[in-house]
């Protein structure tokens, strides 16, 4: 029997402020979730389940992880600042996603091939693993393009508190 991973997935917070802001604004770390799930050999499906289609991850009988849990623990917090809200809420440009990319795409390069023994990662799982990272960091930074993130987040806000008051948006000037 495969074992089976469903959404929603359960989420571990430092504290219940930190929850509840996150589940409001939609800045939780899933994404690093679903990484270490690929990386432990899981694979992503797609079912129907009561007329809806539901996302499943799926570890195969023969499944092996890419690297050992130790490895995906470091591997997750070199790339949780990235992930961070500070760095999806701010205000990058083209140049500086492509220079903070490049400066990451040296970082996860150096890790993976530096503890490659010692994180017990094949070399036929270095191109995938390398690949995972690289999409995830760049989706990261260019959720920052131009503060489009963070403008997306403010115009949720406004609406929000809009919505509470009963009144017209007001006007900026």
Known sequence: MQEEIEEPFEIEFSSPAEEESF???????????????????????????????????????????????????????????????????????PYDIYTSGIGYVRAIKE???????????????FGQIFELCIHLVNACLQRARYGGERES??????EEVVKELGEKEPKVK
């Open 111 to 125: 890790f993976l091939f530096f503890n490659c023994v010692k994180y017990e990662i094949k070399p036929e799982n």
């Open 23 to 93: 589940a409001k604004y939609r800045l939780e770390p899933k994404i690093l979730q679903e990484l270490v799930l690929r990386l432990r050999g899981y694979v992503e499906e797609f079912r129907i389940k009561n007329g809806k289609l539901v996302r499943v991850f799926i570890k195969p009988k023969h499944a092996e992880p890419l690297m050992n849990e130790e490895g995906i623990a470091k591997l997750v917090a070199l790339l949780s600042t990235v992930v961070a809200k500070e760095t999806v809420l701010s205000n990058l440009t």
């Open 153 to 158: 987040l403010s115009k949720t806000i406004r």
